[in-house]
Structure formats: structure tokens, C-alpha cells
């Protein structure tokens, strides 16, 4: 297997991305009042002048179960161009190991793709275990497809993503059919995921919660678990990841393993990027020009598909 390693884009996304990577840590441990504002300045900074922004939608149907504060934290920010016809939509689900975090922007430079980013319960807060997590996180990308082209959107250009605990949500939505079939929904109508630095395994937070008392790092795969659902008809994967020593600790290698597998058994566009001297948190700033030229539809070949 190959990996892409463009050397001056990386370079370029670590220089461009520092300033804003403390905005998205404060986002991380404000309140929510607080939290609401920098969503809200960092959209100005990142948008486009034909950029229209819609904020704090429920995502989920009106009338459905869950306790009043599980719904209020059921919430997605939106903006999209709105001079672009059929423009491309990221779905964007934030870090925190399951535990913490809240939505924020990506700095994407093209402002015409759309962005929706979504807050979701949290272990140890309104979440009671996992499946909490991933049910919300499917129900956040079912209201994208349902509602995108109602702004304009092309439904069938949505893409999911996310960091560390983003990108092991935007797995579990995009590879195990179950979780967007209770809303409707297959998960080959979505047009890409875009895991950065996920667990590929079953996630360290969920088993800690269910009384899993065995090391963090022993890889366990279960129902809950990417690598269970590595097949050759999942929608297009590309999976960024730091470089070994700096990443967590095996995190590179399960990414490598997901992809290999997927690629073994047939799937045609699964694809890894392996980001030169990137920890886990810097992984995301310099793994955004990757996610923009996927999205886009421009990413560079592989080195051995160009031959």
C-alpha cells in the first residue's frame, strides 16, 4: 500500500491552521453560552461573503423519546453558499473521546462546500452508553440528506467526517448499515467518509463505560467496532492519520489495517493518508487540505493507481 505524502500542503495547513486550532480548544471547555459565541465568530472568519448560516437546529423529529436534556444537546449548526447551486456538504462531528467537546467549524478553504456540525450526548453526561453516541450521529447525517436540498444542496454529495472520536462516529454511520437504515437511509448514499485519527476497534470510552476493565490499548472487536464492517461496497473512504511514534499509540496501524482489509475484499476507493511528524491533535489541522481535496474530488492519486 501507498501513502499520499505531500509534503508543502502539510506544511502550508500547520502554518495556516495554528492560530485557529486554540480557538477550537476553547470550544472544547467552554460553556455552552460561550461555545455558542466562538461557533459563531468562527464562522465569520471562515465563510464566504455569500455564506448563509442557520443555527442551532434539532436534528432529531419533534415528539421523539429522550429525556429533555439528551434533545438539548441533539443540535447542528448549518452554512452553506447560497449562489451554488447543488454544492457539497460535509458533515462534520467533533473530538473528545466520547466524553467531552462540542461542534465547531472547519476551516476549510473553499467556502462553497457546506458545512453542518453537530453536538451529540456524551458518555458519562446524557449518554448512557455508545450506541447513544452513534444513534445521534446518524440522526444528524439522516437530517443532512432529508434536508440538503431544500437550501440547494446536492443530497447525493454529503460527506462524513470527523476527528478521534469524530472520525470513529463518522465510521460506525458510514460503514455499518444499521445505524442510517432506522432513518430511511443506506449508508452507500453517502458520498465519502473522512475518519481522522479514529479508533478503528471497539472505542476505549464505550468499553471503560460498559465495566471493561482490560488495558486501554488490547484491541477488542465487537458489534461497536469499525473493523467489523470493512466491506467492498462502503461508500468512498479516506483515512488520515499521524505518524507513528507521534500518533496514539497503534492508532496509524488499525487505520493502515481498516483500509487493507477494505481494499482486499474488493472496495475500489478506500484510501489512507499517513501525515509526516503529526501527533493526534495535530493531525486534524494538517489533514484538512487531504479532507478539502476529497471532498472536491481532487485528491491526488494514489502512487499505485497512477501507474
Known sequence: ???????GVVAFAAAAGSALSEEVVYVKQASQEMAAKLIKEMAKRTAGEN????????????GTKMDAEGLAKCRLDFRYP??????????????????????????LADTNIAQVIVSYRLLGKEAKTGADCIEDAAAAVAWTLDNIASYGGDPKRVYVA???????LSMMVGM?????????????ELAGIVPISGQTTAHF??????????PQFQPKIDDLSPLRYVAKDLPPILSICGQPPWE?????????????????????????VELPYANHD?????????????????????????K
Not at 458533515?91 to 466520547?98: C, D, N, Q, S, Y
Not at 470527523?162 to 470513529?168: E, F, W
Not at 470510552?205 to 482490560?214: A, E, P, Q, V
Open 162 to 168: 470527523g476527528l478521534s472520536a469524530g472520525a470513529y
Open 82 to 107: 447560497k449562489d451554488v447551486p447543488g454544492f457539497r456538504t460535509l458533515v462534520w462531528l467533533h473530538a473528545g473521546g466520547l466524553v467531552q467537546g462540542a461542534r465547531h467549524w472547519v476551516p
Open 51 to 62: 455564506t448563509a448560516f442557520v443555527g442551532d437546529v434539532a436534528y432529531y423529529p419533534e
Open 205 to 214: 470510552n464505550i468499553r471503560k463505560h460498559s465495566g471493561d476493565t482490560d
Open 176 to 188: 455499518d448499515p444499521r445505524w442510517l437504515a432506522r432513518w430511511g437511509h443506506r449508508h452507500t
Open 248 to 272: 496514539w499509540k497503534a492508532r496509524a496501524e488499525e487505520n493502515r489495517f481498516l483500509v487493507a482489509s477494505c481494499k482486499a475484499l474488493g472496495h475500489r476507493n478506500a484510501r489512507y
Open 282 to 306: 495535530r493531525a486534524v489541522v494538517c489533514g484538512i487540505p487531504y479532507l478539502e481535496l476529497f471532498i472536491r474530488d481532487a485528491l491526488p492519486a494514489d502512487l499505485e493507481e497512477a
Open 1 to 7: 500500500m501507498h501513502m499520499i505524502r505531500l509534503f
